[in-house]
């Protein structure tokens, strides 16, 4: 088991920036593929970018590639994503997600076992 949660969401205006952070509980952190999720208003939960158990190997969904950024602090139990350039269309509810049977990644929410809360980004001006 592992309990996730999310900080860092706010409002932004176009162009910004945030970094969002996913603190994860427990010991065993590097069992996990780390993944984020998006959901807007209206429409259905989205990969974003997920990062492999070490660090080495990172996933962007193409709408985000070039602007965002994930990673991942082992020692400190901690995923962040980067989010530079942002646009009104980021606007969306954040979710930390992991998984410890994937061998790789997924973009597919069902693949991953256990969630957090979500934190709130907007952006407009």
């Known amino acids: 088991q592992v309990q996730l949660v999310e900080s860092g969401g706010g409002l932004v205006q176009p162009g910004g920036s945030l970094r969002l952070s996913c603190a994860a509980s427990?010991?065993?952190?590097?069992?996990?593929?780390m993944a984020w999720f998006r959901q807007a208003p209206g429409r259905e939960r989205e990969f974003v970018s997920a990062?492999?158990?070490?660090?080495?190997?990172?996933y962007y969904a193409e709408s985000v590639k070039g602007r965002f950024a994930i990673s991942r602090d082992n020692a400190k139990n901690t995923v962040y994503l980067q989010m530079n350039s942002l646009k009104p269309e980021d606007t969306a509810l954040y979710y930390c997600?992991?998984?410890?049977?994937?061998?790789?990644?997924?973009?597919?929410?069902?693949?991953?076992?256990?969630w957090g809360q979500g934190t709130q980004v907007t952006v407009s001006s």
């Open positions: 997600a992991a998984d410890r049977r994937l061998s790789t990644y997924s973009t597919r929410e069902r693949q991953y076992d256990f």
């Open positions: 990062v492999s158990r070490t660090g080495s190997n990172t």
């Open positions: 427990g010991r065993t952190f590097t069992s996990y593929v």
